[in-house]
């Protein structure tokens, strides 16, 4: 089983609002990531934790808020974002940091 | 220069068609590499790893050549099926995790 779920599919929100996105694997992988992918452009990466702990934050804004709070699962906290941050966030795991890595379906962002 | 180059195509061949995909890489410290697929509106799929010995998986041939810094994907036989866009995939290690970088994709449009 390679499942990465996510939630929600999709969300709308105000610049002024707080959300968060979820993402779970339960395959055991040690590594999640977080991305972010606009239309006909590759998937760009965000943030990597590895056991739990941030290893890599490419320099996202501090408007996006990463958090691992197990090995099962990843958080995404959204405050104050702009409407250029609409897109879709995908979450990805992996058993090690060179190892292949599975993606969920992604959430589609929409900031009004 | 981008870390990894690929054509964006599109690339609209008919059925029964081989096309071949390629892709160049500039980090030389690149450890692992990857082709995935990717539908419209969905997530990426992984499609295949991608070794120096070369692997096959039915019509599909992937090719790593470490010295030249490319990786390629051959489709042989090409089916209505295939229509997708096709990502080459570029990992190392940096701070314990690993940082999948993706070439721009290139588009597969397979007709009748």
């Known amino acids: 089983d390679t499942e990465v779920t996510q939630t929600p599919k999709h969300l709308v929100m105000g610049m002024t609002n707080k959300k968060s996105l979820k993402c779970e694997q339960h395959?055991?992988?040690?590594?999640m990531y977080w991305y972010k992918q606009k239309a006909k452009k590759p998937p760009e990466l965000m943030f990597v934790y590895s056991y739990e702990k941030l290893s890599i934050n490419e320099s996202v804004p501090s408007r996006f808020s990463p958090e691992c709070p197990n090995s099962s699962l990843l958080n995404l906290h959204l405050h104050a974002l702009q409407p250029e941050d609409s897109a879709l966030y995908l979450c990805a795991s992996s058993y090690g940091p060179i190892d292949t890595q599975y993606f969920g379906p992604g959430t589609r962002l929409t900031v009004l | 220069r981008k870390e990894v180059e690929q054509d964006p195509g599109p690339f609209n061949v008919p059925e029964g068609a081989t096309v071949a995909f390629n892709c160049t890489y500039s980090n030389s410290a690149s450890q692992s590499f990857f082709w995935y697929r990717q539908d419209c509106r969905k997530e990426p799929k992984l499609l295949m790893s991608?070794?120096?010995s070369g692997n096959e998986d039915g019509r599909f041939t992937a090719q790593l050549n470490r010295a030249s810094q490319y990786i390629s994907l051959l489709i042989r036989d090409s089916k209505l099926s295939d229509s997708a866009t096709y990502l080459c995939?570029?990992?190392?290690?940096?701070?314990?995790?690993?940082?999948?970088?993706f070439g721009q994709g290139t588009e597969l449009s397979v007709k009748p």
């Open positions: 395959m055991g992988h040690r590594a």
């Open positions: 991608v070794y120096s």
């Open positions: 995939a570029v990992n190392m290690v940096h701070n314990q995790g690993g940082k999948l970088i």
